[in-house]
């Protein structure tokens, strides 16, 4: 079993900044593709970025290149969403998740609870 605490959502006008975070505990960190999802009002949940388990490679959403970055502290458990130059269509609940020797967009095993990003206009 894998636990996800989330942290660092919040209101924040367009333009700015949030940085995201996500510990993990519970089993071995770097066997776990590592990322994030967003989910806005009545839409369907959605793939932002992810941290691979091997190799140290990131993928992010084409919707959001160029303004969000992942990373990963190892010796923290911890992966990170940096998103700048925030747009109010990046308003969403952000969840953290996690899968096991895989690629985080094939099947998550794990859910965060979720962390709420308002951006306003």
């Known amino acids: 079993q894998v636990q996800l605490v989330e942290s660092g959502g919040g209101l924040v006008q367009a333009g700015g900044s949030l940085r995201l975070s996500c510990a993990a505990s519970g089993r071995t960190f770097s066997n776990y593709d590592m990322g994030w999802f967003r989910q806005a009002p009545g839409k369907e949940r959605e793939f932002v970025a992810a941290?691979?388990?091997?190799?140290?490679?990131?993928y992010v959403a084409d919707s959001v290149k160029g303004r969000f970055t992942i990373s990963r502290d190892s010796a923290k458990n911890t992966v990170y969403l940096q998103m700048n130059s925030l747009k109010p269509e990046d308003t969403a609940v952000y969840y953290c998740?996690?899968?096991?020797?895989?690629?985080?967009?094939?099947?998550?095993?794990?859910w965060g609870q979720g962390t709420q990003v308002t951006v306003s206009s």
């Open positions: 941290s691979s388990w091997s190799g140290g490679r990131t």
């Open positions: 998740a996690a899968a096991f020797r895989r690629v985080l967009t094939t099947g998550v095993d794990y």
